[in-house]
């Protein structure tokens, strides 16, 4: 079972925002996406989610097109954050992640409960009783994350479940940085697919099983990231000219611009 873009292209206000996009995020795996500002990223992102239907192709979740999807059960089995995710109302970061809970009927305090541990895994309790609109750009975007582990806390019976993420450590601290990469990896782990645009090359190296290089909306190039963050194909994507070498504790590419 898998999140399946389907040869996928959008065209809009005259632009080739995608062209020709084929794409399947495993479960149990972490899928990087990284690649230059406007190469079509959050687009993507917005069609793996049902936010933005494309010119054609389609999406699969676990081999059903999403559009045939009831929403709650949706809901209950792919949970998305989008890059921009505005919130003015001053809702408590417990409430913030409280909308998480929302599909699902498992009342109040069990709901109380997965929020609780949801907010302490993204090392957000201190925040509990804040104001989201009081926060720091860190602190929101930690608050969003535990939103949506809460959505996908519990095993569902729709098949493979998946976490769609796009940019959630760009306003993060390093170690905070490093706890949501904790974090995923060991949601993948336990079964579920993860997706997120990240730009950050040395972190998507640290933690994916597969790295997806956007450019001018295509894809430039797929793999493990030992295949894909090589100098010649970074070089050219990025307008480079990189020093990529190994990590002297984990062998894994290290990217210098
Ligand atoms: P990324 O996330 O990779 O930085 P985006 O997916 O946000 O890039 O945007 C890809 C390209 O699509 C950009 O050039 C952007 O300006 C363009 N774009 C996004 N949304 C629209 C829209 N609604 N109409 C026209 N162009 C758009
Ligand atoms: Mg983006």
């Not at 989201?132 to 479940?161: D, N, P």
């Not at 994916?208 to 290089?213: G, K, M, P, Q, T």
Request: aromatic residues 6%; proline residues 4%; hydrophobic residues 45%.
């Amino acid at each position: 079972m898998a999140l399946v873009a389907e040869n996928i292209s959008l065209y809009l206000s005259g632009f080739n925002i995608l062209r020709n996009i084929n794409l399947s995020i495993s479960a149990g795996k972490v899928t990087a996406i990284v690649g230059p500002n406007g190469a079509g990223k959050s687009t993507l992102i917005k069609v793996l989610s049902g936010d933005i239907l494309p010119t054609s192709g389609g999406v699969l979740l676990n081999d059903k097109k999403l559009d045939r999807w009831p929403l709650e059960q949706r809901a209950k089995t792919m949970s998305v954050l989008p890059q921009h995710s505005s919130l003015d109302f001053p809702f408590t970061a417990s409430e913030v992640v409280s909308l998480g809970r929302i599909p699902h009927q498992t009342g109040v305090q069990k709901d109380n409960e997965i929020v609780k541990e949801a907010l302490d895994l993204v090392d957000a309790s201190y925040l509990k009783s804040r104001f989201f609109t009081q926060m720091s750009g860190g602190e929101k975007q930690r608050v969003q994350l535990a939103r949506v582990l809460a959505q996908i806390w519990e095993k569902e019976v729709y098949g493979e479940q998946f976490l769609v993420l796009d940019e959630p450590t760009a306003s993060l601290d390093l170690s905070h940085q490093m706890l949501t990469v904790k974090v995923v990896t060991d949601l993948a782990k336990q079964g579920v697919g993860v997706v997120m645009v990240i730009h950050d090359l040395n972190l998507a190296a640290s933690c994916a099983d597969h790295i997806v290089v956007f450019d001018k909306g295509i894809i430039a190039a797929t793999g493990q990231p030992d295949q894909v963050l090589n100098q010649e194909l970074i070089g050219k994507v990025f307008g480079i000219n990189p020093v990529i070498i190994s990590h002297p504790n984990t062998g894994k590419p290290l990217v210098f611009s």
